[in-house]
């Protein structure tokens, strides 16, 4: 698994939460290091659903494997057990879409 990897996640269900849940696409932020040893990893799920293209922590994603343009909710940043992962389904390779997110978890803690 390496930073920036695209995986199918089943994300957990929190009742009555405004927080993705479900089966859905995450970006994977944690450091390659960590994602060697840890059995947590660190994460901004995708939606399809584009919209609120205003905000600084909506990073649109398009190509890296995925069948959908995305967009990825850097405002849900999560920590997630390797467990809910089930597959890799791509990996953001493109240097400005790389950066993009970075901006948008910066925006989202308040870094920028």
């Known amino acids: 698994m390496q930073q920036f990897s695209i995986w ?6 929190l009742k009555d939460s405004s927080i993705i849940c479900g089966l859905h696409p995450v970006i ?6 960590a994602n060697r040893h840890s059995p947590i990893i660190t994460a901004v799920p995708l939606t399809s659903k ?3 293209w205003d ?4 990073v649109p994603i398009r190509g ?11 405002e849900q940043i999560m920590t997630l057990d390797r467990s809910v992962l089930q597959r890799q389904i791509g990996f953001v390779n493109n240097t400005q879409d790389r950066q993009a997110l970075i901006r ?5 803690l308040g870094l920028t």
């Open 8 to 13: 199918l996640a089943e994300l957990p269900m």
């Open 28 to 33: 994977v932020l944690s450091n390659d290091i």
């Open 50 to 52: 584009l919209k609120r």
């Open 55 to 58: 905000l600084m922590t909506h």
């Open 64 to 74: 890296s494997g995925l069948e959908r343009d995305s967009m990825a909710l850097c």
């Open 104 to 108: 948008g978890v910066g925006a989202q």
